[in-house]
């Protein structure tokens, strides 16, 4: 079963985690939307709460096929500081399976030191992340090796489809592509 992690803390951005999950259910992949702590009701940067299904410590990565990352800063600092999130990051990062972060997220990403040569992230992100390899506005979503990055909510649909292509195939991608009127996503 392909399971993807989506951690939200609070100050998330509400429109990428949505997109997230929303797009990767309707692939009928399974979500786990999971809170960095007991309280698992997450307020997100414009004040609306998501409820989680679990605590980030229960969980397992041994049957997560994935973790995607949703930005805003409060909720990326969070996730940058988060000893669990890190820890996850790293773990997955080196048996090879695939992390993903959109908008401010690949700044936790390169905490843990996982962000490869290649990325995207909302502009001016990139410089707290102070490396090279800032591919712009050249592509919505960029891959190097497993790990994938977006630049933020405008891309937050072609992000979450990229998921989908990546574990349901090219058919699925555009089954849901074309349902949810994605045209823009390439």
Known sequence: MITILVPLANGFEEIEAVSIIDVLRRAEIEVVVASLDENLLVKGANGIEIKADVELKDVSIENLSMI?????????????????VQNILKDMNNRGKPIGAICAAPF???????????????????????????????????????????????????????????????????????????????
């Open 108 to 186: 936790a990403l390169n905490k843990a030191g996982v962000l490869k040569n290649k990325y995207t992230c909302y502009p001016s992100v990139e410089e707290q992340i102070q490396r090279d390899g800032y591919m712009g506005d050249e592509k919505m979503v960029v891959e190097d090796e497993n790990i994938m990055t977006s630049r933020g909510i405008g891309t937050a649909l072609c992000f979450a489809l990229e998921i989908v292509k990546k574990f349901k195939g090219i058919e699925t991608y555009k089954a849901i592509k074309s349902g949810i009127l994605a045209d823009s996503c390439n």
């Open 68 to 84: 995607a990352l949703p930005g805003g800063w409060d909720g990326t600092y969070a996730l940058a500081d988060d000893v669990n």
